[in-house]
């Protein structure tokens, strides 16, 4: 049993580097409740085989002590298992949310270096959006291709800019 759990540990392991998913939260979620169970059903076993192994009687021969210590110790694995089962399932959970949140991260700086892009942008075009009648070059013949060609080459030098520093 302890086996298949590890089996299905691994693979779900595999599967919340590659794509961590709302499912494989309620997935791990499972297996822990799973894990605490099967560590509740085991813990008095292990205080009743320790007894078993301690008490004094006829009824209790020295091959049987020495099948119960062996049972005792293999209690003693199935439970260290089940911790370590646990444990791996609670750091799995810590893994998740940093995936998560890295992903988060990406989605963040993208959209950060594109609000920086279109913020002088916005600012340029709100300015000549205001229409006052003393702008000398609302005049010019160039005026609208100047304006239009200084806001691509903002914005083009920015991206390079970004470009460079790997924000990008």
Not at 78 to 107: A, G, P
Not at 109 to 127: C, D, N, Y
Request: charged residues 25%.
């Amino acid at each position: 049993m302890l086996e298949h759990f590890g089996d299905k540990i691994e693979y779900l392991e595999e599967g919340l580097v590659l794509h961590p998913r709302p499912e494989t939260l309620k997935t791990i979620q499972k297996y822990k409740r799973d894990m605490i169970t099967l560590r509740k059903s085991i813990w008095p076993l292990r205080e009743l085989i320790n007894g078993l192994q301690r008490v004094e009687s006829d009824l209790i021969k020295e091959t049987t002590r020495v099948y119960l210590r062996d049972v005792y110790d293999h209690t003693i694995q199935v439970i260290d298992t089940v911790e370590d089962f646990r444990d791996i399932l609670s750091s799995m959970v810590d893994i998740y949310l940093s995936s998560i949140s890295f992903r988060m991260n990406e989605v963040m700086e993208v959209l950060t270096v594109i609000a920086t892009i279109f913020i002088p942008l916005t600012f340029i075009s709100g300015v000549y959006g205001m229409n006052f009648k003393y702008m000398p070059e609302l005049n010019w013949r160039w005026g609208y291709p100047t304006v239009m060609f200084a806001m691509i080459l903002l914005a083009v030098s920015m991206f390079i800019y970004f470009k460079k520093r790997k924000w990008v």
